[in-house]
């Protein structure tokens, strides 16, 4: 971490009397490019107020930076964590961030002194830069928060192992006029939409409270005259298959949420087809408004440190769902808003393709620990290194563990459950007393970072670490995976 050195930036600001980056997002006239942040964080930089550290290096040498907004010193215990462009042509979160930094350092009154603040406004500035999805090296950053392979997304996660924060933000867009809805001739209804964590193992009294969020945010957005609603993904009312987010833990939600972080993703809408109107400072604003929802009250923010300390302490359940997806139960088909082009009217389209709810198909009992075989030690060890993950040599002595055996990864899309390709299919067999070689690892889950272990290691999980080939292959000939899960 270094802290970011003062900058000549004139040259890369707009014209005196002309912010760049203004404190109202409403009145942004263009995205913010890299160098036109790195100038202007130079420039509202304080002591006392805002602190501007670089966290580590993109693929292509770009500082990622951290920006920290604190005002009331010790006093701001509530830490929150937003963080954008992992996605590099995904603009207006980073863009609304810059605005509320411009805003605080113009106004600190606006930042409560109970709020330690952390923005983390462009993760990905080689796509950024390039005005693409993927990094410098073409991986699709929010989909590697298992392997953490990627330089950005090991700043992103070292950062909020350091911060633990409170409430997190993952910031993106999506598209409102694809071909598809082209077709039609709508667009998707809402400029912004926004979900929480959701995977099975993280305390329930978290998920319900982000759910709750979720929710409580849609009178504030009406008022304010944006459409929003619960980000959902998938086809188009009436038939197709429509569902909330994933349920898997290689994003940037999920993964911080199975630290204990109140976690969560808004997706504002982009137009992308030619001549589409553009609205930027809109989606910026409507960001803004539900980062300062989610920020909430000084009492709000009482309960969610209260509801993360006791998600920290809770102890594992006893059956760790494995096999889970959206479905929707018993009821009235639900309606879904679209926007028809040609006349600007909102259609209510019934939607009995909207999955609106999470159902477990299978579970396994609970290790106490994860055994990892010598012969991929060093792999393994590298993956917990990068999630910071406590482990120790198995020792000599049996150990009683159940080892599973991959039978195969499903590389096609599950037609029947809507589900995602790469499922990873396993046999366990009974568990058993088994000498580990020497130099073989233990992984105990009576640790802080017991449930992100259990989302990277779970060899049960229907979709994990053997989606991906440079774990798969670790299985031997008869299919007997690396790691075991010992009782």
């Known amino acids: 971490m270094r802290l970011l050195p003062f900058l000549l930036a004139s040259t890369l600001l707009a014209a005196p009397g002309e912010q760049r980056v203004p404190a109202d997002p409403l009145r942004l006239k263009a995205s913010i490019s890299y160098a036109e942040m790195e100038a202007f964080l130079a420039e509202v930089a304080r002591p006392g107020l805002i602190t501007v550290t670089e966290e580590g290096r993109s693929v292509e040498g770009r500082a990622i930076r951290l920006v920290r907004l604190n005002r009331g010193g010790a006093k701001a215990r509530f830490k929150a964590f937003f963080y954008a462009q992992q996605h590099g042509n995904e603009i207006s979160g980073k863009d609304a961030q810059l605005c509320l930094i411009r805003a605080i350092a113009d106004k600190p009154a606006l930042l409560p002194e109970d709020v330690d603040l952390y923005l983390m406004p462009m993760v990905n500035p080689d796509g950024a830069e390039a005005g693409r999805r993927t990094n410098g090296a073409q991986a699709d950053l929010n989909r590697d928060h298992i392997r953490l392979l990627q330089p950005e997304t090991r700043v992103l996660h070292a950062v909020a192992r350091r911060i633990l924060p409170h409430l997190a933000v993952d910031s993106h867009e999506f598209t409102r006029d694809g071909k598809d809805w082209d077709a039609k001739g709508w667009d998707c209804w809402p400029l912004i939409t926004m979900d929480g964590l959701n995977v099975p193992w993280i305390p329930a009294a978290l998920r319900r409270e982000a759910l709750a969020r979720v929710e409580s945010a849609r009178p504030v957005m009406a008022k304010a005259g944006y459409a929003y609603t619960r980000y959902t993904v998938g086809g188009l009312p009436p038939l197709d298959e429509m569902r909330p987010s994933t349920t898997e833990v290689d994003d940037g939600r999920n993964s911080l949420g199975c630290m204990g972080t109140l976690s969560f993703i808004i997706e504002a809408g982009t137009r992308r087809q030619p001549g589409a109107t553009q609205d930027l400072p809109a989606r910026a604003d409507a960001y803004t408004r539900l980062y300062r929802h989610l920020l909430g009250t000084a009492a709000s923010r009482r309960k969610v440190e209260a509801l993360c300390e006791a ?46 709810d999470l159902v477990v198909k299978g579970s396994v009992p609970t290790p106490r620990a994860y ?21 120790a040599l198995a020792g000599a002595a049996p150990i009683r563990a159940e080892r599973c055996r991959l039978l195969r990864v499903e590389a096609g899309y599950d037609d029947l459950y809507g589900r995602y390709e790469n499922r990873q299919i396993v046999a366990r067999d009974p568990v058993s007393g088994h000498a580990f070689p020497e130099g073989s690892l233990l992984v105990p889950l009576d640790q802080p970072l017991a ?15 053997y989606s991906y ?19």
């Open 311 to 356: 998600a920290r302490r809770e102890p594992l359940p006893a059956y760790l769902p494995t096999n889970f997806f959206w479905a929707r139960l018993d009821g009235p088909a639900p309606t879904v808003k679209v926007t028809e082009r040609a006349t600007g009217k909102v259609l209510e389209i019934p939607a009995p393709g909207l999955m609106t």
């Open 371 to 391: 055994v990892i075989d010598a012969a991929a030690a060093d792999t393994f060890k590298a993956l917990l290194d990068r999630h910071g993950i406590r482990y």
């Open 469 to 487: 080939r440079d774990f798969s292959t670790l299985a031997l000939p008869d299919g007997t995976l690396p790691v075991w899960r010992a009782f």
């Open 451 to 465: 449930r992100c272990a259990i989302g990277i290691l779970e060899p049960c999980l229907l979709y994990g670490l």
